[in-house]
């Protein structure tokens, strides 16, 4: 059974930072690539960013990119979303998810079979 656990999320001052974990088992972890989602209160769910597991590629949204890096960690089979300068506006329920491929496909949404539940990000003014 594939599993996608999150966690580090929290309060934060603007400004801070915080470290995200997204913890997967269940499949081959090169198998897949691994992206993080977020969805703030009545807004749809967005891509944040992506790390294809096929040459470790990266992607960002250009809101974050700048501010967040995403690296991972095979030997822990963890992908991990550091995220610095944080803005109010990056107050949300963070998600990590798996494709059933290797690379990101543009971090749509449609391709993410299997999803996380989810760690809440607060970013305090």
């Known amino acids: 059974e594939v599993q996608l656990v999150e966690s580090g999320g929290g309060l934060v001052q603007a400004g801070g930072s915080l470290r995200l974990s997204c913890a997967a088992s269940?499949?081959?972890?090169?198998?897949?690539?691994i992206g993080w989602f977020r969805q703030a209160p009545g807004k749809e769910r967005e891509g944040v960013s992506c790390i294809s597991s096929s040459d470790g590629s990266t992607y960002y949204a250009d809101s974050v990119k700048g501010r967040f890096t995403i690296s991972s960690d095979n030997a822990k089979n963890t992908v991990y979303l550091q995220m610095n300068s944080l803005k109010p506006e990056d107050t949300a329920v963070y998600y990590c998810?798996?494709?059933?491929?290797?690379?990101?496909?543009?971090?749509?949404?449609?391709?993410?079979?299997?999803w996380g539940q989810g760690t809440q990000v607060t970013v305090s003014s």
């Open positions: 998810a798996a494709p059933k491929q290797t690379t990101c496909r543009d971090l749509m949404i449609y391709w993410y079979d299997y």
């Open positions: 269940g499949f081959t972890f090169d198998d897949y690539a």
